[in-house]
């Protein structure tokens, strides 16, 4: 429990306990050794000679048991040792005697303190330490002490007769009133005032009650000394072993009020939710703690207080919000209000456009736009981390993005894309959302310029069919650039500038690399790394792409050969665009390819996207039969996010389905995305074929995907693109050479 928590949990108990409280049992019976007592017999240590004549006179008077609460650690004068050793053996095994483990606060050495053999033959020995808390209040007890030669019962345990296992505590019941615990004083019990009917048939505890003694605080009544928490706990476990069932079912019925709170429309019905919540956990542990089982509500009540706190400073938030600032329909900021952020608004601009919002908004009655925008703005923020989300008109949107790493930005709004799969549901209809995303990287120019060119790039992405573009104004600029880059492509080719980034694929079955993909890369000597995107599009779109295929599926097939000739099996995976499937030329490349290499074509796995439409169906499906009876495996990439049918799967030859990195990415977020992959998994496994899942980003997604058994899985987690040398020296140590 939360520290901060814990007076409140404390508070809370002693007033649940106030509210059912009792006299104790009576079965235990404290003979105080108090000032009374020290005044007319003497002062404290007492001869062990007079502790002997103390559990003498109790014997005689029939108590039950005796625990003579008294230190015997070591030896006294040898006369008194023998008169209480006399009593003891005389008791046969009636008496119990205390143990103690101590701790040195600077050393931290344990020191275990028992009483000598002499004494201890003839009676048990019970553990008396106290779990007392920073603030001297004592609110659990142990069942038992570990010690190397076994376990020492606590005295509640050994009195009661209940036992447990050590350093397992329990809570004490004080509802049990401690001033109703029956006290005797040693003087009358040494000087036979007859005390029998007090004595006879009950449990008897011998300890000191003096004001020189420890006192603890006793929730909800005073400080009273240290032996009366062991017979309050002894009291607990005679009334029955306490059921502890802590924070977790009282947190988990507290988050499904607070969700149930937070997502009824109709207020009433929240707040009863609200108030029922309130009531459960404030009288529920009364009538719970009456049947002895205990539950720490606190965190519960916490969690509740935050959500009606949160709500009601929304309400009063909307109240007061200046309506210049924010949307009339929505309530967000809206673009005057990022403006005054000026110069202050650091980091990446994220324009998000809902392509088909006015379309929607149209179609819905007006009454449900609120809603729609509610929806859409609660999907935004798990992609915003907290930062204000701004609507401007026509279904735009925008946030902040702190500065981090690209990888993890991509990895946020492909996340964020995921989500928006699922439609949104207003007014009981399904409303689907076509989102696209603009970036604008550069925090000198004016706060409005960037969210212009955001939109800019949002608008992009939508004409080029991507989840999100990045507006750059010197790729804009330089217009030569732009107009010169295929040109530029087939001369980077020549001149060694275009090279291959390798992504290690792992078998979840055994955690081996079992091979990797081969992806272009170019690093122009002026612009540096260009984005893939740009130059793998633009020669798709211009019928240029065969020439970098070739040029990739070499380099990587080379690759590939040579670690095999090493004696590791290695396969290799390479992308082949769909506009190439109907080229008549297009078997023959790959076997001239694995011929000059001497790769065997099993080892080679040519994935083909299944997002974009087969151009001559007839022609390419025949090519790809050649392929598969050649020997060459097939793979089908980013499966789920295109044209994937049944049909589609029975013509494509391919061993292999890629599971496209959005469903990937969102696994341990989205129900939806998981229940998606877990029956591809199944499916293609009915099927004959494996499936790779890729985008892999931390351990958690793995380990589902190893639960789901996944064959295997690429990512950044398990390994990231990488040059040649790293993939050598990954494979084999101390051996880094350049594939022929």
């Excluded at 230190?71 to 143990?99: I, N, Q, W």
């Excluded at 916490?302 to 949307?327: D, E, F, I, P």
């Excluded at 792409?545 to 080379?558: C, F, G, K, P, R």
Aim: with cysteine; glycine share 8%; aromatic share 6%.
């Amino acid at each position: 429990m939360v520290g901060l928590l814990e007076p409140l949990e404390f508070a809370g108990k002693t007033v649940r306990a106030k509210m059912h409280s009792g006299p104790a049992s009576g079965q235990f019976v404290v003979v105080g050794i108090d000032d009374l007592s020290l005044a007319e017999i003497g002062p404290w240590p007492w001869p062990r000679a007079r502790l002997g004549e103390i559990v003498t006179r109790l014997r005689e008077a029939k108590a039950k048991h005796i625990h003579l609460g008294v230190d015997l650690f070591a030896a006294g004068t040898p006369a008194d040792d023998a008169k209480l050793e006399a009593a003891l053996r005389a008791s046969r095994g009636l008496v119990s005697l205390p143990g103690r483990l101590s701790v040195d606060m600077v050393s931290g050495a344990e020191a275990d303190s028992r009483p000598i053999a002499r004494f201890s033959q003839y009676a048990r020995t019970a553990n008396t330490n106290l779990w007392v808390l920073r603030d001297s209040k004592v609110w659990e007890h142990p069942y038992a002490l570990a010690l190397a030669d076994g376990k020492m019962p606590s005295l509640a345990s050994l009195l009661s007769g209940v036992p447990g296992e050590p350093e397992t505590r329990f809570p004490i019941d004080y509802s049990i009133d401690v001033r109703s615990i029956p006290v005797v004083s040693a003087r009358d019990i040494l000087s036979g005032l007859g005390n029998e009917k007090a004595i006879a048939g009950k449990t008897v505890i011998i300890a000191q009650t003096s004001g020189s003694v420890d006192h603890y605080f006793a929730p909800g009544y005073a400080f009273v000394p240290a032996i009366f928490f062991h017979v309050l706990a002894a009291e607990t476990l005679s009334a029955g072993r306490p059921i502890m069932l802590g924070w977790l079912p009282p947190m988990m019925i507290a988050t499904a009020l607070a969700a149930a709170f937070l997502t009824i429309r109709n207020r009433p019905a929240a707040r009863i939710a609200l108030a029922s919540g309130y009531a459960l956990f404030l009288l529920g542990p009364v009538i719970l703690e009456i049947r002895h089982i205990f539950l720490e509500v606190t965190p519960a009540l916490s969690v509740l207080t935050v959500v009606a706190g949160v709500r009601l400073y929304g309400n009063v938030r909307r109240k007061y919000q200046v309506r210049g600032l924010t949307n009339p329909i929505s309530g967000l900021p809206n673009l005057n209000a990022l403006r005054q952020e000026g110069a202050g608004a650091q980091g990446t601009i994220i324009a998000a456009r809902v392509q088909n919002f006015a379309e929607i908004t149209t179609a819905l009655p007006e009454d449900y736009e609120k809603e729609l925008v509610e929806q859409i703005a609660s999907r935004f923020s798990f992609g915003a981390i907290g930062s204000p989300i701004y609507q401007a008109d026509e279904g735009i949107f925008i946030w902040l993005a702190p500065a981090q790493r690209d990888e993890a930005l991509v990895e946020q709004l492909n996340g964020l894309h995921a989500l928006f799969r699922s439609p949104v549901i207003v007014s009981t209809q399904l409303v689907d959302l076509s989102v696209t995303f603009g970036l604008d990287n550069d925090p000198s120019r004016p706060l409005m310029q960037r969210v212009s060119s955001a939109l800019v790039a949002a608008d992009e992405a939508a004409k080029e069919g991507q989840r999100w573009a990045t507006f750059d104004p010197a790729t804009l600029e330089d217009a030569e650039w732009k107009l010169s880059l295929l040109g530029r492509l087939d001369q980077a080719i020549d001149r060694g500038e275009i090279w291959v980034a390798y992504q290690p694929k792992l078998d979840i079955s055994d955690d081996s690399i079992i091979g990797a993909e081969a992806l272009a890369r170019w690093k122009h000597p002026e612009k540096g790394e260009i984005f893939p995107s740009q130059f793998i599009v633009a020669a798709e779109r211009s019928g240029r792409i065969e020439n970098l295929t070739a040029h990739i599926l070499d380099s990587a097939v080379a690759t590939a050969a040579h670690i095999n000739r090493r004696g590791q099996r290695f396969t290799i995976a390479v992308n082949l665009s769909v506009r190439l499937l109907d080229k008549p030329g297009l078997v023959g490349m790959v076997e001239r390819t694995l011929s000059r290499h001497g790769l065997a074509p099993e080892l080679l796995t040519l994935e083909v996207t299944e997002t974009t439409a087969i151009a001559s169906a007839d022609e390419s499906f025949a090519n790809l039969q050649r392929l598969s009876a050649m020997g060459v495996q097939l793979s089908i990439d980013d499966y789920g996010t295109g044209l994937s049918t049944l049909e589609y799967l029975k013509k494509i030859p391919a061993g292999e389905i890629k599971i496209d990195r959005s469903f990937i990415g969102m696994l341990d977020k989205s129900q939806s995305d998981r229940i998606m992959v877990h029956s591809t998994i199944q499916l293609a496994h009915s099927l004959g074929r494996k499936v790779v899942a890729e985008g892999v980003e931390n351990a958690a997604t793995l380990a589902e995907l190893r639960r789901m058994q996944c064959d295997y899985v690429q990512g950044y987690h398990t390994g990231r693109p990488m040059p040649i040398a790293a993939l050598l020296s990954l494979l084999m140590p101390g051996e880094i050479e350049s594939a022929a």
